[in-house]
């Protein structure tokens, strides 16, 4: 069990459209596709960058975790995905080390991607999310 990269920073916005056309210009960049996420309430276009990935977030639902932090900060940056080998491992680490987790269990995210989010008032303020290939 341990973390081997980081697999994406993801960026809240209300609209996807402005940076994400930016994001399509710059060389290097490779735009990897859209995909709702529909128990989160998310819309993402996800941007390769050679190594890491760039997810750009939208709400597509109301009271969605990102409409709420978009209503509450603004546009930013949301989360961090740390990329795990074996997950349940890391959760029980996590869990131990005295850690908030919001998932208990992993559950799925995008690209089918195995996921569990850590409480951002357990991690500085930053809210992680542990993020395993399916
Ligand atoms: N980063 C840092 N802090 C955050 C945060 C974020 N992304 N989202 C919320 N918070 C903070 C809030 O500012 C608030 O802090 P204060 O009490 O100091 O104001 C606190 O967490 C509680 O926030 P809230 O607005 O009352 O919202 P909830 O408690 O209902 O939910 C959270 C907060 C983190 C549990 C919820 O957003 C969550 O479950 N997030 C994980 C799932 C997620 O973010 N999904 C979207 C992306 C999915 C994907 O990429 O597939």
Do not use: W
């Not at 309430?41 to 709400?59: M, N, P, Q, W, Y």
């Amino acid at each position: 069990m341990k973390i081997i990269g980081i697999d994406h920073v993801a960026i809240a916005l209300s609209d996807l459209q402005e940076l994400g056309d930016l994001l399509r210009e710059l060389p290097g960049i490779e735009a990897l596709g859209t995909e709702i996420v529909e128990d989160q309430g998310v819309k993402t276009d996800i941007f390769g960058t050679g190594r890491g990935k760039i997810e750009l977030l939208a709400s597509v639902a109301e009271d969605s975790p990102v409409d709420k932090y978009l209503r509450k900060k603004g546009p930013g940056i949301h989360h961090i995905a740390l990329l795990v080998e074996d997950l349940e491992g890391m959760l029980i680490y996590c869990r131990e080390k005295g850690l908030r987790l919001i998932d208990e269990e992993p559950r799925r995210g995008a690209g089918g991607n195995r996921i569990a989010f850590l409480h951002p008032k357990s991690t500085g303020g930053i809210l992680i999310e542990l993020c395993e290939k399916p």
